[in-house]
Structures are given as structure tokens and as C-alpha cells.
């Protein structure tokens, strides 16, 4: 999987950490250059450092999101990070290079149960403090 800095992470969350929910979704649409209708995605993420307990959020952007689908949407937790297919690595012929959803619950990583989703592309824009 590419992740554009995803070195930001590695610098601001020292030692292991794990996702609890989704706590903001922002999804805007605009005009490319051959005047095409665009999905753009941000998704934060509230995790924690395992070792001390503290609360960070990782914000990521998703570029050219298609097929979206949001279920039950009251609230998103997460037992790991969301799954995601490399379609091409998969052999799969799509303009949409990235699948990508959370776990059903059955741990077969092929069903959603809150989001699911394509894109081109990914990108870490911030990783900060839960409560800054």
C-alpha cells in the first residue's frame, strides 16, 4: 500500500498504537482539469499508544473517491485500521487503483460493516494530539 507521509506517523507516534473509530468524515467534491466531477476524502482517526494510553488523531486523504458507501452511521469504530486492496497488484483492470473498507466482523477482510470505497491515491495530512 502507498501512503504519501506516511512518515509523519513514525515521527509523531512513538511505539505501538492501535485504532479505536473514525471521528470526522469530510468529503468535497470538485472540478479536475478536464472538467470531470472529483471525490476527495478525509478521514480522522482517533487512535491511542498502547504503552501510555494517550490520544492522538491521524487525518488522511483520499483522492478521487468513487463508490462510496457509508452504513450506519451514527458511529465508526474500528477494530484495526481500514483494509485496503492494491487493485493493481490484484492483476485488476480499474481507473480506481485502491479499495478500500473496514472489516465486516467476520475477519475475512472481503465485507464491510460502516464504509467502503475506491480511490486513486492516499495521503497522511496530519497527525496531532487527540485534544489540541
Known amino acids: 500500500m502507498h501512503l504519501k ?8 507516534l512513538n511505539g505501538t498504537w492501535t485504532y479505536e473509530r473514525i471521528v470526522n468524515i469530510e468529503y468535497n467534491v470538485g472540478i479536475d482539469f ?8 478525509d478521514l480522522t482517526f482517533h487512535v491511542v499508544l498502547l504503552q501510555t494510553k494517550e490520544p492522538f488523531k491521524i487525518k488522511i486523504r483520499y ?5 462510496l458507501t457509508i452504513r450506519k452511521a451514527t458511529t465508526f469504530p474500528l477494530s484495526s485500521d481500514l483494509i485496503v486492496h492494491d487493485m493493481k497488484e490484484q492483476g485488476l483492470v480499474s481507473s480506481q487503483r485502491y479499495h478500500v473498507h473496514d472489516d465486516s466482523g467476520y475477519g475475512e477482510n472481503d465485507g464491510f460493516e460502516f464504509i467502503d470505497f475506491y480511490c486513486t491515491s492516499m495521503e497522511v495530512i496530519s497527525v496531532e494530539e487527540f485534544y489540541k
Do not use: F
Open 5 to 12: 507521509n506516511k512518515e509523519l506517523i513514525k515521527q509523531t
Open 34 to 41: 478536464e472538467d470531470n466531477y472529483v471525490g476527495t476524502m
Open 63 to 67: 483522492y478521487n473517491v468513487d463508490d
